[in-house]
């Protein structure tokens, strides 16, 4: 079997981040989270499968039923590599923004 391990390449698929947004509240089961998509249930399972093996998606089983919720750890290292990035972006919209509050038309 070969497992998906990179938390990027999961992320990737647009499918796979509208779950880990749907997941991001509450847990559910693979039955509800495939409720919220106009696709075939098989294939929510190999997503949830993907984003289980990169771990950025806990099991609990409850009786029969398997309820799937964030792994807030592992969704970490997806935050540490975006926040430098987000940290660039807010300073270059903050001297716009210094810009914008100076600039005076000619007249």
Not at 38 to 61: F, M, N, Y
Not at 63 to 74: D, K, L, P, V
């Amino acid at each position: 079997m070969n497992l998906r391990r990179d938390v990027f390449q999961a992320i990737a698929d647009p499918t796979r981040r509208a779950i880990l947004l749907l997941l991001a509240s509450q847990s559910l089961t693979a039955g509800a989270i495939a409720a919220n998509f106009d696709t075939a249930r098989p294939t929510v399972s190999k997503h949830l499968q993907i984003l289980t093996e990169c771990e950025l998606l806990k099991q609990e089983q409850t009786g029969r039923e398997i309820h799937y919720h964030i792994n807030a750890t592992n969704m970490k290292e997806i935050a540490d590599f975006i926040e430098p990035f987000r940290q660039m972006w807010e300073e270059r919209f903050n001297k716009l923004e210094n810009i914008m509050k100076n600039y005076k038309p000619k007249k």
